[in-house]
């Protein structure tokens, strides 16, 4: 029997994922990337905007616990990704909303202030979901705060005087956790008051190409820095951590440095994922299979090619 993974999109946000045998690490892109013998000669039909609605996800999911609710009895050994009851995830989404209001006040003028004063001195590092599946399979220390440990002593014994550090919140993660308190003991541990700065609901375009680089554990993210020009540094293991790509030094000599990206190799790289695994759509917004009957059909036989 045949397994695959339908996913968000390694390339965002007007794609998901489809993949046979697994996603990201799991996948098998790198074993068909090695076996690809002319890159540039991929041709891609036009990719459509996919108008992902926030308000769509959240009546996603709320009808998606509520039906975890009502149907407990029905699959008493089923057991949620995320460990936690339909009560906790609800008391954690309302904790989610007040902090996303919370943030929309105050973090705005203070990131404008930060891009107009720290414009490309400031490196990014990228917070994942703390029980991300990527965070507890696919990297050595298996969780978010060991990370944020041992990134911000590391920049600290290594990085330049002048540079900055900015910690990023995933948004999924907003009402789960929040890193501050920590942030602020280690950046007063390490003598680094006033250079790690940390925002949860900002551009991230905007704050990846201010950046003079990126480090994540394994986030797909990571592809969108490198969209944007900016040197990335893999901290586990993703399928994109390739030496034509990502910085392959240890951390303490990324910051010092960064190096450049090769966007002729990146090109041919994202094109060749995305006719391997990406399909123009969303899941909370639109999806052309769905609404486009005319460009389905053009794609059909690609997508069969697939699942036969």
């Not at 609800?90 to 720290?118: A, D, M, P, Q, T």
């Not at 602020?184 to 250079?195: I, S, V």
Request: contains cysteine.
């Amino acid at each position: 029997m045949k397994f695959f993974a339908f996913e968000e999109g390694y390339i965002r946000p007007n794609f998901v994922t489809f993949e046979e045998n697994g996603v990201n690490f799991f996948s098998n892109f790198l074993a068909h990337l090695k076996s690809s013998q002319d890159l540039e000669s991929i041709h891609h039909t036009e990719v459509l905007e996919v108008n992902t609605s926030f308000k769509k996800m959240v009546c996603y999911a709320i009808l998606y616990y509520l039906f975890m609710w009502l149907c407990t009895f029905k699959y008493p050994k089923y057991k949620h990704h995320r460990l936690m009851s339909v009560w906790t995830e609800i008391y954690y989404w309302c904790w989610s909303g007040f902090r996303r209001v919370k943030n929309s006040l105050l973090e705005k003028k203070k990131f404008e202030k930060f891009i107009k004063h720290r414009q490309f001195q400031y490196f990014v590092f990228a917070l994942q979901v703390h029980n991300d599946f990527q965070i507890r399979t696919h990297s050595d220390l298996r969780c978010v705060k060991k990370y944020i440990q041992l990134v911000i002593e590391n920049f600290a014994n290594n990085a330049n005087e002048h540079h900055h550090l900015v910690l990023k919140h995933h948004p999924m993660d907003r009402g789960y956790r929040h890193y501050g308190s920590e942030i602020k003991r280690l950046t007063h541990k390490y003598g680094l008051d006033g250079r790690v700065h940390y925002f949860c609901d900002i551009h991230l375009p905007t704050l990846l190409k201010n950046s003079i680089g990126f480090v994540t554990v394994n986030s797909t993210t990571g592809i969108q820095a490198l969209y944007h020009d900016v040197p990335v540094k893999v901290l586990g293991h993703a399928l994109y951590n390739l030496p034509k790509l990502t910085n392959q030094h240890k951390l303490a000599q990324f910051w010092q440095h960064p190096g450049a990206v090769d966007s002729i190799y990146f090109q041919k790289f994202r094109d060749e994922l995305v006719d391997y695994s990406q399909l123009n759509g969303s899941f909370y917004g639109d999806s052309i299979w769905m609404n486009q009957p005319r460009l389905y059909r053009e794609k059909k036989t690609n997508y069969e090619k697939l699942i036969l």
